[in-house]
Every structure is written in structure tokens, then in C-alpha cells.
């Protein structure tokens, strides 16, 4: 797997943004000077899924005053991805594209196919503007993500520095 200091794979998959049919191609240079947070499902039209994905949709304008842009990702098609966007109530307002990693070629760079189950691990990665990994975190499949938590972390790391156990955005940085 992929981890803290890697250059984040390169792609260009087809997304589901909004309601329609219309599918861009997404790749990282369309987020080019912005950090990233990239996060997988195992698949859609599931039960924790859609905890996390609206989760991480309430705090979407958190993340843009961060000038992070929210991706999220599974190895459902785009139709899947568009068919329940428009079945589930809270994924009609969906804040941030969901890509199509169908080929699994994403999830499989990154090494988070899960090996019994055949899908993307249940991963989260927070990437810096120069496209390196600064943060991963891997739950199991049944476990659903902390979207508060990731936020956290973003803060300690835009803000710079060593940062202590729990600190929070305000508290300083450790002192040397």
C-alpha cells in the first residue's frame, strides 16, 4: 500500500457530479495548487457508505476554505454511481464528484483492493498540492470513517510544525 511520502497515482477517471448524465474525466492536474482528500467505499447502494459520503458532504465547505477539494471513489461504474446518487436521499446534494474506479487501475496503485472481498478498502488520503501523500487511514470494511478527524489532521498539517496528541486548530505547535 501506498503511504505517507508517495507521490499519489496519477488518473483520469470518469466521475458522477450532480444529477445528469454528463460524466467528466477527473484526473489530478484538474485539482493542480489545491490539497486533496481522496476517499474509497467498497460499493455503492450499501449501509455505512453513505454515513461517510454525507459525512464528508456537511463538511465540504470546511474543506474548500482549506482550498481542498473532497473526491470520492469506489470500483462502481459512473451509472451506478448516478442511479444511487438519485435513489438515495442524502446523496442528491452531493457536494463532490464520486469517480468510477471500474477498472479498479486506482485502487490496485494504491494497494487497497481488498483481497477477499475484490473491492476498494474503506481508505482515506489527505494529498498536498505537489500531489504527495501526507495521511492515510485504512478501517475495515465494516467500520465507517471519522470525516471530523480527517479534517483535524488537514488543519495540523496546513498549519506546519509538531504537532501534540489531540491538538486542535488554535492550540500551538509543540515547541522545540
Known amino acids: 500500500m501506498l503511504g505517507v511520502g508517495q507521490k499519489f497515482p496519477e488518473f483520469k477517471l470518469a466521475a458522477s457530479v450532480g444529477l445528469s448524465m454528463d460524466f467528466p474525466a477527473l484526473s489530478l492536474a484538474d485539482y493542480a495548487g489545491k490539497w486533496k482528500v481522496i476517499f474509497f467505499w467498497p460499493k455503492d447502494f450499501t449501509f455505512v457508505c453513505p454515513t461517510e459520503i454525507t459525512a464528508f458532504g456537511a463538511l465540504n465547505e470546511d474543506f474548500v476554505k482549506r482550498n481542498t477539494q473532497v473526491l470520492g471513489a469506489s470500483v462502481d461504474s459512473e451509472f451506478v454511481h448516478l442511479a444511487w ?18 477498472k479498479r487501475e486506482l485502487s490496485a496503485a494504491l494497494g487497497i483492493i481488498d483481497a477477499k472481498a475484490g473491492v476498494s478498502q474503506r481508505a482515506v488520503y489527505i494529498v498536498d498540492p505537489e500531489n504527495v501523500i501526507r495521511f492515510v487511514m485504512v478501517t475495515d470494511l465494516s467500520v465507517g470513517r471519522n470525516s471530523n478527524e480527517v479534517l483535524r489532521v488537514l488543519d495540523a498539517l496546513q498549519a506546519g510544525g509538531l504537532m501534540p496528541c489531540d491538538w486542535q486548530p488554535g492550540q500551538p505547535a509543540i515547541k522545540l
Do not use: S, T, Y
Open 85 to 102: 446518487r438519485n435513489a438515495h436521499p442524502g446523496l442528491k446534494e452531493l457536494p463532490f464528484p464520486m469517480l468510477a474506479d471500474i
